[in-house]
């Protein structure tokens, strides 16, 4: 009598890399109860590749202990958020992973303490096959004598991180011993022992995104960074750090004014003979698009764009958004721009209203296509009628390609480079900085955002009293 077979197993046949994935996503709790599931799931949780503990809210200090020791394979990733309160953890727990994870040759390490800042065991740097390294909320011990470095590492993000003992050089040391760095983020680090006339230097041959994100004046400074492609700057001087930047393909900069900080001053007087002995032949060479948001159409901000519509020989698009607090209208703001010069015949002027979709920076997104009253209309398509005779020279002129809407959305007009949209936007005020005479032929992108801050694109500075560039 033939035996009964039971019916075939179908998760067994799901490939190791899918089943990883399918576990990954779960609660660790969730994970060791789909033993129950299948033979092949069966005690699959002890030999997983990574193990990703920030999913699982509730665990405990215990449990870590439990999946470590349970372990039957080597751990390459690890990844975990400590939410419980101090009580609940204990540092000398955190020092006994550290150990295992370095002697398991773990490549991907990514730890939060937000409620607890641990100082972490110097056995960090054991381990020497890192590829990635995150930390949040915790403070960084030296580096030992003899530390070879981390020669694989591509990947660092220091965010609300403590570094004690002249900590300017501790971090520039770490990114120097890491050849292949590649994306490197400084976030809120607090730079224990470190002025902003301290001597330090970043030096990164393979870096490609930079992020600086500080609340106090760093010291140190950025030696070339020759295959940067993004910097994301923020801080009271940051400034500085543009000079190694040259290569920079997208720049978002964001940086407090001096003008809150000044008793009695309204304004910032921009040198323009300062700053056009500055320029060079490949200042804005590459820049293809900028962003202005919260912009109050002061002076010094209207100058600026002027600045940029006439050095930028291959800007396409240049998008404006209008603060609560402008001091014109939108149609007023459309109708002066119009009459700039520019040096890019495709260079286009919109005027964006809050939540209009920009391709080029897609975390902001549109409901519908802006639109222009008659009058408005009317008035733009006159002076572009009155200008018709005179379109011989683009850099002149300005004349060029962009669209004006009607109410309906269609185009009723070629106007001046300016494809009018609604508003939204802020306050300027520009100022050479002799101090660092800085070039950037190689930026395409500059987003700036609303609050006080201080641009610097190439030779230029300028003063915002509500701006910033993010």
């Not at 019916?7 to 996503?25: E, K």
Request: charged share 20%; net charge negative.
């Amino acid at each position: 009598m033939a035996t009964k077979q039971g019916a075939p197993d179908a998760l067994f046949s799901l490939p190791l890399d899918v089943l990883d994935n399918i576990l990954s996503r779960l609660h660790i709790y969730e994970v060791v109860r789909t033993s129950a599931l299948s033979r092949a799931w069966r005690r699959r949780w002890a030999a997983l590749p990574s193990v990703d503990l920030a999913r699982s809210p509730g665990i405990s200090e215990p449990d870590v202990d439990a999946i470590l020791l349970r372990r039957s394979a080597a751990l390459r990733t690890f990844r975990l958020v400590a939410r419980a309160r101090k009580g609940t953890w204990s540092v000398d727990a955190l020092h006994h992973w550290l150990l295992y994870l370095s002697r398991s040759g773990v490549q991907a390490l990514d730890l939060s303490f937000p409620e607890l800042r641990f100082r972490l065991h110097p056995c960090l740097f054991s381990c020497g096959e890192l590829t990635s390294l995150a930390l949040n909320s915790c403070r960084l011990p030296p580096a030992p004598s003899g530390f070879a470095g981390f020669p694989n590492l591509k990947t660092l993000r220091l965010e609300d991180v403590d570094v004690p003992r002249h900590g300017g050089k501790e971090v520039a040391a770490l990114i120097a011993a890491s050849p292949l760095l590649e994306d490197l983020g400084l976030l809120a680090v607090k730079l224990i022992g470190d002025g902003p006339d301290e001597e330090w230097v970043i030096r990164a041959p393979n870096l490609r995104n930079l992020t600086m994100v500080c609340e106090t004046a760093f010291g140190g400074r950025v030696e070339d960074l020759p295959r940067l492609d993004e910097g994301r700057l923020f801080g009271p001087n940051c400034a500085k750090f543009l000079a190694g930047m040259s290569q920079v393909t997208k720049l978002d900069f964001f940086c407090n004014c001096m003008l809150g900080c000044t008793e009695g001053a309204k304004e910032f007087e921009a040198n323009d003979k300062f700053l056009n002995a500055q320029l060079t032949d490949d200042m804005f060479v590459k820049l293809h698009v900028v962003q202005l948001k919260n912009i109050a159409c002061v002076r010094n901000e209207m100058h600026f764009m002027e600045f940029v519509l006439s050095k930028a020989r291959l800007l396409r698009k240049l998008y404006v958004r209008l603060s609560f607090y402008a001091i014109c209208s939108n149609e007023e703001a459309v109708i002066d721009i119009a009459e700039y010069p520019r040096t890019s015949s495709d260079a286009e002027i919109i005027f964006m209203e809050c939540g209009i979709d920009c391709p080029e920076f897609p975390e902001l997104t549109a409901p519908h296509q802006p639109i222009l009253n008659s009058s408005l209309i009317q008035l733009l398509m006159l002076k572009a009628m009155l200008r018709q005779g005179d379109i011989t020279d683009p850099v002149s002129n300005g004349v060029g390609n962009a669209h004006v809407y009607s109410e309906e959305g269609h185009i009723v007009n070629h106007v001046a480079n300016v494809n009018a949209d609604s508003p939204e936007g802020h306050v300027w005020d520009r100022e050479a900085t002799d101090s660092h005479p800085i070039v950037h032929g190689s930026v395409s992108a500059v987003q700036i955002w609303s609050r006080p801050c201080l641009l610097v694109v190439g030779a230029l500075a300028v003063f915002c009293d509500y701006t910033s560039i993010f």
